[in-house]
C-alpha cells in the first residue's frame, strides 16, 4: 500500500533542532572527541530500538549500542531531540535508522554534527522506499535482513580483528528470523484475501506479505497524518465494524486517540477482534519475539468463530 506522508506528528512536533541541541553539538564537534583508531568497542546508535537490538545481537560484547526511542508507551512521533541524543550521535562510529520521514530529527542531528569517520544505515534507501511511503518498513520481512547484513559489513569495517564473530552472529540472526517467515508464509496460506481493517498503516507491510485484503487505507492514512478523517471514511470504517465486513480489527496501541477508541468500543460491541501492534519494540523482547508474539496474536484472532 502507497502511503503519502503529510502532515503527520512528526511534522507538528519536530519542525527544528533546539538551539541548544545545535549549540551542543558545536561544541562537541570542536572538541575532537572522537574514538582512537585501536578501540575495542564499537560505538552504535540507533533512532529505534528494534534496530539497536538487532545490532546488539549482531555485534555482541563487540558493540556498545544506544537506543534513542525505546518507551513502548510513547507516541514515537512526539519525540523531541535532546542534548544527550546529539552527544550519542557524535561520539558514534555507526548510526542506524529508519528513513522514509519516519525520524527527520536524525537527518537534522546528523547534518549538525559532521564526522567523516561515522558510518550511517538508513533502512528506507537499503529496501527502496523514499518519503511518501508507508515508513513503518520494520514490519516487512525483507527489511530486517538487509539491515542486518549492512550492519555486518559496517561492524567487520570498524572491528575488522572480529569479523568471523560479526559473520557467525549474522548467519545466527538470520537464522532465528526463519520462523518469522515460516509464520507468515503459513499465514498467506490460510488466510490469504481475509479482509480486515486497521487504525493505521503501522502493519501495513506484514498484512500485505500474508496476502490480507486491507480495508479503509483513506481513514488509516488520515490517522498517521494526524488529520481528521472524512465523515464518508469514518462512516464506511463503522460499516465495516458493525456489518462484520472484517474479520480483525488492528490498532496501534501507542498511538489510541478518542478516533482509536471509538473504533475499538464498536469492535467489541460487534464481536471483531481487536489486535494490538506497536512502534516500538517493548521490554524484556528481542525484535523475534515481538514480531512472532503479534503474528500469533493475529493467527488467533483471524482464526476465532465469528
Do not use: C
Amino acid at each position: 500500500m502507497n502511503v503519502v506522508v503529510k502532515a503527520r506528528r512528526i511534522a507538528t512536533h519536530v519542525r527544528r533542532l533546539p538551539t541548544v541541541v545545535v549549540a551542543g553539538l558545536a561544541a562537541l564537534a570542536l572538541s575532537g572527541t572522537a574514538l582512537s583508531a585501536n578501540a575495542k568497542t564499537v560505538n552504535v546508535v540507533a533512532a529505534e530500538n528494534f534496530y539497536g537490538d538487532v545490532v546488539s545481537q549482531l555485534g555482541g560484547k563487540h558493540v556498545q549500542v544506544t537506543s534513542i526511542l525505546s518507551n513502548p508507551d510513547q507516541d514515537p512521533h512526539l519525540f523531541e531531540a535532546s542534548t544527550a541524543t546529539a552527544r550519542a550521535l557524535h561520539r558514534a562510529d555507526l548510526v542506524v535508522y529508519n528513513g522514509a520521514d519516519y525520524d527527520p530529527w536524525m537527518d537534522k542531528l546528523l547534518a549538525a554534527s559532521k564526522n567523516a569517520q561515522r558510518a550511517t544505515i538508513v533502512a528506507a534507501e537499503l529496501v527502496g522506499k523514499k518519503s511518501g511511503d508507508n515508513p513503518h518498513l520494520w514490519y516487512d520481512p525483507a527489511t530486517m535482513p538487509a539491515v542486518a547484513s549492512q550492519v555486518v559489513k559496517a561492524l567487520e569495517q570498524a572491528d575488522p580483528a572480529n569479523k568471523s564473530d560479526y559473520d557467525a552472529n549474522l548467519a545466527t540472526f538470520l537464522g532465528s528470523i526463519k520462523p518469522i517467515t515460516d509464520k507468515v508464509a503459513a499465514m498467506k496460506e490460510q488466510y490469504h484475501g481475509t479482509p480486515v481493517t486497521a487504525t493505521e498503516p503501522v502493519f501495513g507491510y506484514m498484512a500485505d506479505a500474508i496476502g490480507l485484503s486491507m480495508r479503509n487505507p483513506r481513514f488509516q492514512l488520515a490517522v498517521m497524518n494526524d488529520t481528521e478523517p472524512s465523515a464518508k471514511d469514518i462512516a464506511a470504517f463503522e460499516n465495516d465494524l458493525r456489518t462484520r465486513q472484517v474479520r480483525v480489527l488492528i490498532y496501534n496501541s501507542q498511538a489510541t486517540e478518542a478516533l482509536t477508541k471509538r473504533m475499538l468500543k464498536l469492535a467489541q460491541q460487534s464481536k471483531v477482534p481487536s489486535v494490538s501492534v506497536t512502534e516500538t519494540e517493548p521490554a524484556h523482547q528481542n525484535f523475534q519475539q515481538w514480531m512472532l508474539s503479534q503474528l500469533d496474536a493475529l493467527s488467533a484472532a483471524l482464526g476465532s468463530q465469528p
